[in-house]
Structures are given as structure tokens and as C-alpha cells.
């Protein structure tokens, strides 16, 4: 196991170092070998991850999910039958329905959750990604990984596939029910944000250098 080096505490880790986000704690950074995970001793949150994916690899997954966001929000997300009618709904549709329905809450933390947020995120990192592939690093790319940082837990995405899956199975009890493109676009989309959640963009600190002024 990697060991504390004590009395260490700087801002920012220099390359050869770990320090653990939660309490601080700071490590002897090494190469990791394929799966292997590497935690703090002390609190026993990660540090870092061995990732297989080079950086052109990444970007490769984010114009993937690009794609697939476009054709989620374009394409119907389900087919609602009844007394031979049928209705179609995008997830704007359905997001513009809860707004006329007096749930303008419900509907600005929906647009927020599943559209805003998610492409901000896939737009920053296609910008740092495209200047990482250089090694260099993108103007404003300190605050573009803060906001990288920040806006990360709130898409939610997968909460929404596994939602709308199961509005799917109840609501066909009451109606004929066919899932759309979108829903299989979303569930695309799913798993890439899901695989991509497994890597750590704080190395594009390690794999980029400062552009000179």
C-alpha cells in the first residue's frame, strides 16, 4: 500500500503526489496496474484508477454521447394508445405538458437534470478533450474543470431511463404502450455516461502542459 507522506499539504498535488480530496492526506503517487484502484488509508476514498482509455479514446466517447443526446431529445420517447388514438411525446414534449400543467418546478428541474447539464458537461469536455489531444491545455481550463467538477452529480440521466422504464411497464395496464427510439437512444446514452463515470478527467492535469502566454 502506498504510505502518507506526512507533513505534506500543498494546494495542488504536483505530479508525483496524491492528496486525498476528503481529508487531505497525502501519497507517494505510482503506476497502477489494470482494475487496480488506489484509496486513502485514512478514510478510504479513491484516489486514483488505472484507465486503459487514451485521451483520443475519450473523445471518441464523448462525440458517441453527443450523437446519441441529439437523438434522444430528438426522436419520440414513447407511443401512448387509447380507444384507437395514439400520441407521441418527446422528452420536450412531456417537459413543455408539466409546465401547462402548473408543475413549473417539476419541469425546470427535468430540463435542468436531462438537457442542461448534460450538455454542458459533454461540451467541456469535448473542449478540454480536443486541446488534450495536443497535451496542451484549453483556454480557461482551470474553470473548466471546476465547472466539470461541479455540474457532474446533477446528470441524471440514468434515473430518468430507469424511471421512465417502469412509468412504461405501469402505464401499460391502463394504455397501449410502445417505446420509442428515444428511450433506446437514452438508454445508449446511458451507458456511455455510465462507462465515462469511471474516469477520472482530473489526470488531464497530469496529461496536459500550461500554454504559454
Partial sequence: ???????????IAPPTLWICEHCDTVYRRRKLGRGEVARC????????RH?????????????????AFVQANVWPIVTLGLNGQLISTTLWGCIVMMWNEHAQVVAVIASLTLFFFPIIKMSLLFWVLLYARKRRRAPGFRQVMVLLYRVGPWTMTEVFVLGALVAVVKAHMYFDVAPNAGIFAYGVLMLIITAFSSIDVRRL???TEETPA
Fill in 41 to 48: 488509508a485514512r478514510c478510504d476514498a479513491i484516489l486514483a
Fill in 205 to 207: 492535469w497530469d496529461l
Fill in 1 to 11: 500500500m502506498t504510505m502518507p507522506s506526512q507533513g505534506i499539504k500543498p494546494a
Fill in 51 to 67: 484507465h486503459g482509455l487514451s485521451i483520443s479514446g475519450m473523445l471518441a466517447l464523448v462525440i458517441t454521447a453527443m450523437i
